[in-house]
């Protein structure tokens, strides 16, 4: 079973600050099947990042991925009031067929 | 536009049985994979269940596997989530959420949800 543990749980920074999230996985995970969503209260989940660094759709350019076999990273390079919310990663083609990280809350500090 | 409207979601006894429906439009259904995902209160995100394009291929979580039943029509552009056997455990939000093969399977369309209560 492919497990991903995302780092830190919380992490407490202001707008205009750059902000690193991290996603490990247990085994190896394809860059091509490593996302990222962002989940605002009440809301569905958004996604941020497919294969591990492109931008889905209208996401702006202050977001990026990067990383590879099994340590993944999400920069937000400068944080807007917009962008605190909770972080997952996400992989596809493991056991089970999908896993989510556990999500790093982004809050203003 | 692309929605995915998810209904079905109540207040259920321990043991009992719900489907959840999953309406989508503004896409052709029948080309892209489906799946539901869950959200306990106050939780992350969990991946339940996988079905393919055409129904041969179905993927189940191990918490669901066995009790839950992923189906689609493609007919009615409908995907459906058969929940048998429902435990106080299986309390969250359900949604239904569209891979995307060139997106590395990612979903980038996902309901609102529907949430569903298992309690006596």
């Known amino acids: 079973e492919i497990v991903l543990t995302q780092s830190p749980g919380t992490l407490s920074l202001s707008p205009g600050e750059r902000a690193t999230l991290s996603c490990r996985a247990s085994?190896?995970?394809?860059?091509?099947?490593l996302a990222w969503y962002q989940q605002k209260p009440g809301q569905a989940p958004r996604l941020l990042i497919y294969?591990?660094?492109s931008r889905a759709t209208g996401i702006p350019d202050r977001f990026s991925g990067s990383g590879s076999g099994t340590d993944f990273t999400l920069t937000i390079s400068r944080l807007e009031p917009e962008d605190f919310a909770v972080y997952y990663c996400?992989?596809?083609?493991?056991?089970?067929?999908?896993?989510f990280g556990q999500g790093t809350n982004l809050e203003i500090k | 536009e692309v929605q995915l409207v998810e209904s079905g979601g109540g207040l259920v006894q321990p043991g009992g049985s719900l489907r959840l429906s999953c309406a989508a439009s503004?896409?052709?259904?029948?080309?892209?994979?489906m799946n539901w995902v869950r959200q306990a209160p106050g939780k992350g995100l969990e991946w339940i269940s996988y079905?393919?394009?055409?129904?041969?291929?179905?993927y189940y979580a191990d918490s669901v596997k066995g009790r839950f039943t992923i189906s689609r029509d493609n007919a009615m552009n409908s995907l459906y989530l058969q929940m048998n056997s429902l435990r106080a455990e299986d309390t969250a939000v359900y949604y239904c959420?569209?891979?995307?093969?060139?997106?590395?399977?990612?979903?980038?369309?996902w309901g609102q949800g529907t949430l569903l209560t298992v309690s006596s």
């Open positions: 503004g896409f052709p259904f029948s080309s892209y994979t």
């Open positions: 294969g591990a660094s």
């Open positions: 996400q992989q596809y083609g493991g056991s089970p067929l999908y896993t």
């Open positions: 085994q190896s995970v394809s860059s091509n099947y």
């Open positions: 959420a569209r891979g995307v093969r060139s997106l590395g399977y990612g979903f980038d369309n």
């Open positions: 079905i393919s394009t055409s129904s041969s291929t179905m």
